[in-house]
Antibody, heavy 119, light 108 residues
Framework: QVQLVESGGGVVQPGRSLRVSCAASGFTFRNYAMHWVRQAPGKGLEYMAVMSYDGSDKYYADSVKGRFTISRDNSKNTLYLQMNSLRPEDTAIYYC????????????WGQGTLVTVSS | QSALTQPASVSGSPGQSITISCTGTSTDISDYNYVSWYQQHPDKAPKLMISEVSNRPSGVSNRFSGSKSGNTASLTISGLQPEDEADYYCGSYTGTYVFGTGTKVTVL
């Protein structure tokens, strides 16, 4: 079965950096685009980024463009999100999700990892 | 891109049908069929309920159905059950990605 397990969240000071990871299993990772979506406490879903199956194409939401970088290692079945210059408003649960074939949108989601930006 | 507009809350009694709307800001939804719906129970990850406007993934109850008219997509839950109480989000791809504002469904 499809499994996505995020890790790397925690408490980080404003202005610092953090990298979260997503380990995938149960499907052929290298064949799928992958997404990052976040959810601030008590708020709705906010789209972050997507990377094509081979890493050649990326898309970022305007809110994180230039600060966040999505990447993947298909040999390790792992997706990453490098977050720089973090702000208190970046505090959220960060979910990775698999791209639904032909839909351009997520189908399977991980359980998320909480990132808290606070001094 | 601005979030898609959903009603903040919808409620119904067990056995009833409810419909959640998802309205775009321009012609985004009307021009594309890439609309998905997600169910999220408290402290859980979102779960895909409908993709490409009206396709129901394997394992999702046939009480859930999706449709689109003009720039508004809709999710209908028929035969409402207590376990349907959750937050629901639409999402669309129109060259950019955006989610809806979310709807809390309450089963009375």
């Amino acid at each position: 079965q499809v499994q996505l397990v995020e890790s790397g969240g925690g408490v980080v000071q404003p202005g610092r950096s953090l990298r979260v990871s997503c380990a995938a299993s149960g499907f052929t990772f290298r064949n799928y685009a992958m997404h990052w979506v976040r959810q601030a406490p008590g708020k709705g879903l906010e789209y972050m980024a997507v990377m094509s199956y081979d890493g050649s194409d990326k898309y970022y939401a305007d809110s994180v463009k230039g600060r966040f970088t999505i990447s993947r290692d298909n040999s390790k079945n792992t997706l990453y999100l490098q977050m720089n210059s973090l702000r208190p408003e970046d505090t959220a649960i960060y979910y990775c999700a698999r791209d639904g074939p032909g839909t351009y949108l997520p189908d399977y989601w991980g359980q998320g990892t909480l990132v808290t930006v606070s001094s | 891109q601005s979030a898609l507009t959903q009603p903040a809350s919808v409620s119904g009694s067990p056995g009833q049908s409810i419909t959640i709307s998802c309205t775009g800001t321009s012609t985004d939804i009307s021009d594309y069929n890439y609309v998905s719906w997600y169910q999220q129970h408290p402290d859980k990850a979102p779960k895909l309920m409908i993709s490409e406007v009206s396709n129901r993934p394997s394992g999702v109850s046939n009480r859930f159905s999706g449709s689109k008219s003009g720039n508004t997509a809709s999710l209908t839950i028929s035969g409402l059950q207590p376990e349907d109480e959750a937050d629901y989000y639409c999402g669309s791809y129109t060259g950019t990605y955006v989610f809806g504002t979310g709807t809390k469904v309450t089963v009375l």
